[in-house]
């Protein structure tokens, strides 16, 4: 380990407010809530922890288990008018780390462990905002974002009246500017079938899983292309993650099975050039695991959002390209948008950091919000 690094010292004399995030952060950051596996229950001692310390806040506590992993943790006190949305969960580790993943460690202004980045430097934020302020306030904790077959965030709004909620802070990284905009995300998978056979046989071109799946790949590369533009380079985002069939040169491939995914900007619609896309090979087999809207919905929930930064003097940040769950509350009709400290670089990464003054910073944020 680097000799430069040291284990937070909880104790040492510091700011208060630091203090309590990196308390908060080494709690959180010590639970393994990696995704996959998501082996998570709300008897897990991390929602045991949590729901002591909210209720030691002030706060009403309900959970929601809805198994294989996907826990929704809800802390409700007084009746605010703005929602925090963050997810426990996090990617697997994986590479060559230099610090224990699951052990708070600071070097050079810096904190590193799985999760502080995305997005467990944000839910510390709110556990410290929460301990220091009194004004109602509510949070939203789920445990399945990383990942398929995600159900916290849609379940919660089918079971919650989100008219109470001026606005809903999903606290995804974005350097502690408000965005509110962002791309939809697809996430599909086809099988092509062929006919088996010597690869001498004449149907062998046609015949062949692998090169009808391999026609409509260029088919797709060539519609992403067409998406491209001066304003928007990367188009729709197309990208082919795998492709696996066939088992030897000489017999004709008589399966083939595909991944793709593509991130759809504003104002266009995923179900719209998810349809486009498979529409060039009818006879494969697909099948959706996530179909997300881009965010906002529509443009009047975006004159909200807007309206809500200028008047807690919130800054504005560009459009990104990456996906949150902002876009589920916005779909719902209610204003959202997506503030957090770090940078989606850090994200998913080996040696995973935030940095410390981006924390201070999106406390003060956050509490501004409640003011």
Known sequence: ?????????????????????????????????????REIAFTDPLFVALEAFFKGQGFTVTMADFGQGRVAFYALRGQPDVLFNVHLDTVP?????????????????????????????????????AETA???????FTTDEEGTNA????QFILDHDLSVFQQVVVAEPTGCQAVLQHRGYVSAHGQFSGISGHSSSVGALTGNAVHQASAWLQQATAMAATEQTADNPAGICFNLG???????????????????????????????????L?????????HTTLMAPSLPENQALA???????????????????????????????VPALV???GDIAQAHTTDEWVAVAQLHQCYQLYAGLLS
């Open 134 to 140: 009194e004004q109602p306030m509510a949070v939203l």
């Open 242 to 276: 795998y492709i696996q069939g066939g088992e030897k040169n000489n017999m004709i491939a008589e399966q083939c099975q595909l991944g793709f995914s593509v991130r759809v900007p504003a104002g266009q619609s995923s179900e719209q050039v998810y349809a486009q």
């Open 278 to 286: 498979i529409a060039k090979a009818l006879e494969a087999q697909w």
């Open 93 to 129: 580790v994986s590479g060559g780390w230099t610090h224990d993943p699951f052990t708070l460690t600071q070097v050079d202004g810096r904190y590193f462990g799985r999760g502080v980045c995305d997005i467990k430097g944000a839910a510390a934020c709110l556990m410290a905002l």
């Open 1 to 37: 380990m680097n000799q430069a690094a040291k284990n937070i010292d909880l104790t040492s004399t510091q700011d208060p407010i630091q203090h309590l995030i990196e308390q908060h952060l080494a709690m959180l950051i010590s639970h393994d809530t990696c995704n996959p596996p």
């Open 303 to 333: 004159e909200q959002s807007q309206q809500y930064c200028q008047a807690h003097d919130l800054p504005i940040g560009a459009p990104v390209d990456f996906w949150t769950e902002a876009a589920l509350f916005s779909q719902a009709g």
């Open 151 to 154: 159900c916290c965030v849609e």
């Open 339 to 341: 503030l957090g400290p």
